[in-house]
């Protein structure tokens, strides 16, 4: 793999996985919990490693993006929560402010080793699950492609915002979601490959028609069997959730796509959700190599409302992953 010795990769292979559990030391909860606190002058927190296997706070307080930006390490990956403000509607002079919470993926890119890559490859869920829950994500790798103008963008595409011009519908289907995929976590940058690129697309296409009948999600799993990992469908059909989760392998990645509705003001709504499923039992060296290429796939399934991470099927519920595509 690149100019990384084969046999560190066989004796890290060998490794009980629970020598990958991550150590989590008392100040990150604190921190997280300050700035989840209104009340609380701290709006912001970056989280890194203190040995390769243990997190710590790196940076925490007032002075949000700005201050949350100059906190990253310049070689190595970090995770960033910031809170903040956002005005939800406005009708003539009266504004009505939110808060959100926005999470931060730190990956330097050309200055993080590849070995290094796929061990904190394989710590990205543990580390969802501590920030969560936040309403966007934004991948980055130099301060410059995180500014508050995308941030705002990001929010308003994935809350949307009061519309008091139109009258009442009895059915909406929400505008499109542009996603961001920024920091070298696109698909020309990790030049992903597919086995039929064509029947992929065809099938998300379908999960997007809510006209289409027998159609509400889709599955996409690695082929493995080349030199180099190929994304494939490897199933799709009705059924909704409960379908998704019964075709969703129990030691290998998956990603789906699936087709909710949501009754928002006696409206109904439709959205759609990316699920990525790691469970602990994919061989360590599959997760660390595939681990690398979720930026990529991510972008194949985008544009989407909102998305799920999970180890386990019975992790993915239906409350989920209204949460995760809920307009807030």
Not at 44 to 62: C, E, H, M, R, W
Not at 81 to 105: C, H, I, M, N, P
Not at 119 to 128: A, D, I, M, N
């Amino acid at each position: 793999v690149g100019d990384v010795d084969p046999k560190e990769i066989k004796e890290l292979c060998k490794k009980d996985m629970s020598a990958f559990a991550l150590n989590i030391a008392g100040s990150v909860s604190s921190a997280i919990s300050e700035v989840r606190d209104d009340a609380s002058p701290s709006d912001f927190a970056v989280i890194g490693y203190d040995t390769p296997t243990s997190l710590k706070v790196l940076a925490s307080g007032a002075g949000g993006l700005d201050a949350m930006k100059a906190a990253f390490p310049e070689k190595d990956v970090a995770y960033g929560l910031l809170r903040q403000s956002f005005v939800w509607e406005s009708v003539g002079d009266v504004s009505a402010d939110t808060v959100k919470f926005v999470f931060v993926y730190w990956f330097p890119d050309s200055s993080v080793p590849l070995m290094r890559k796929m061990k904190v490859g394989t710590f990205e869920g543990q580390v969802r699950k501590i920030l969560q829950p936040y309403h966007i994500d934004v991948n980055a790798g130099n301060p410059g492609e995180i500014t508050s103008e995308l941030v705002t963008k990001m929010l308003e595409d994935v809350t949307g915002k009061a519309d008091h011009t139109t009258a009442a519908r009895e059915k909406k289907v929400e505008a499109k979601f542009e996603r961001k995929f920024i920091g070298g976590m696109d698909g020309k940058t990790q030049d992903i490959d597919f086995v039929d690129e064509a029947a992929l697309k065809d099938a998300i296409a379908k999960v997007r028609d809510n006209e289409q009948e027998g159609f509400d999600y889709c599955i996409a799993d690695f082929d493995t069997s080349g030199k180099k990992p190929a994304l494939k469908l490897k199933s799709s059909g009705s059924g909704g959730l409960d379908a998704l989760k019964a075709d969703l392998a129990a030691d290998a990645f998956n990603f789906g796509f699936v087709r909710v509705t949501e009754v928002i003001d006696k409206t109904v709504a439709v959205k759609f959700c990316f699920v990525k499923s790691q469970p602990e039992a994919t061989p360590f060296r599959q997760k660390g190599k595939l681990g690398l290429l979720g930026g990529a796939v991510s972008a194949v399934f985008a544009p989407y409302h909102g998305d799920v991470f999970v180890d386990t099927v019975d992790e993915l519920t239906m409350d989920g992953v209204i949460l995760a595509t809920k307009k807030r």
